[in-house]
């Protein structure tokens, strides 16, 4: 009798070969060949570890298919600003991904130094590493690392603006979106746009999905600054100079958790209440930032850690044989409700 062995969700550890091989009722050397396209399986048994490999959502590690083939199982991860508050969730997601494929990784930080960079790419390919990750801290363009490179090169949160390369970025046209319909699902109909540096494409693109709903809602904004930083100070005093010109809302959507942080003292020191008078959301789902404030703050998360993943896995296919993609591919965000827009939580 097959040892039955339940699909694996997203709290359980990685499904293994060997889980495929028992759940298939067959040797962990057939499971291997069946995957593998190798011949003495029969087309029967075949199906039933397929079937199992499907059941368990088992992803198979090309870099083991690959070790004999001269590969020396790890990769680079070349970044300009490893303390930065957006480059480490990726670079954690993705180390952990390669770390469950039994692949090292080799860490650089550039420091945002077009030299220094230049040398950690001609280290890491004379350690002769299968792929290399890059990992940016804003979503502008940036220059490609370089072109014909010998091994599969990922650029991630940073888009390059050379169009044949595989850019992963959040979209945060979608995520400006989210946060305006969040706002008018809630009732709120008075609104006001904190944003970022408006040169800046993150702070662009959120604008723009918010434009994009409240064009459909034929809402218009009581108040929008023409400037910004992405700072506590700028939320706070932009906050302050819009309730001393009297105007009058009842949510206030702010281009990063720094500036509703900002935008939260300034409506404290006036006595007025959140969410009660006036909804507060922010955008990154910053934990020290959302978690600190009073009361806890809705935010957009732009899903980092699930953005390095991806972009580990798509190295590791990459690294086994199969084409990369080229162009930008644009991942989701979501919306983290707290108490600064929900009267009840």
């Excluded at 490893?82 to 469950?100: H, N, Q, T, V, W």
Aim: net charge negative; proline share 5%; glycine share 10%.
């Amino acid at each position: 009798m097959n040892e039955t062995i339940p699909p694996r969700d997203a709290n359980t550890r990685p499904s293994t070969l060997d889980d495929v091989a028992r759940r298939a009722g067959v040797s962990l050397g057939t499971a291997s060949k069946a995957l593998n396209g190798r011949d003495r399986v029969s087309d029967a048994t075949r199906a039933r570890v397929e079937d199992a490999a499907r059941a368990l959502a088992y992803v198979g590690n090309p870099l083991a298919r690959g070790l004999s083939q001269g590969l020396s199982g790890t990769v680079g991860l070349l970044t300009s600003d490893l303390e930065g508050r957006f480059s480490l969730p990726i670079l954690m997601g993705a180390e952990d991904r390669f770390g469950a494929g039994r692949v090292s990784v080799f860490l650089c930080d550039a420091r945002g130094d077009a030299i220094r960079e230049q040398h950690y790419i001609s280290a890491l390919l004379a350690r002769r590493v299968d792929a290399i990750m890059v990992v940016g801290s804003k979503t502008d363009h940036r220059a490609p690392i370089g072109r014909d490179l010998p091994v599969p090169v990922i650029y991630v949160y940073t888009p390059s603006q050379d169009p044949r390369d595989l850019s992963l970025t959040p979209d945060n046209v979608a995520g400006g979106r989210m946060a305006i319909e969040h706002l008018l699902a809630s009732g709120r109909r008075h609104i006001a746009h904190l944003t970022g540096p408006r040169h800046e494409r993150a702070a662009a693109d959120r604008t723009r999905g918010i434009a994009q709903v409240l064009a459909e809602s034929e809402t218009q904004l009581m108040f929008e600054t023409a400037y910004g930083e992405w700072t506590e100070r700028w939320g706070r005093s932009s906050c302050a100079m819009m309730l001393e010109q009297g105007t009058k809302v009842d949510a206030i959507l702010c281009d990063s958790d720094q500036i509703a942080r900002g935008a939260l003292d300034a409506l404290r020191e006036r006595g007025i209440r959140v969410p009660d008078d006036v909804a507060v959301i922010g955008f990154d789902n910053w934990d020290i930032i959302v978690e600190g404030t009073h009361p806890p703050l809705t935010s957009i998360d732009m899903n980092l850690g699930l953005l390095g993943r991806h972009a580990a896995e798509r190295l590791f296919h990459a690294i086994g044989g199969a084409p990369l993609a080229s162009g930008i591919e644009l991942s989701d965000c979501r919306l983290v409700v707290r108490g600064s827009t929900a009267l009840t939580i």
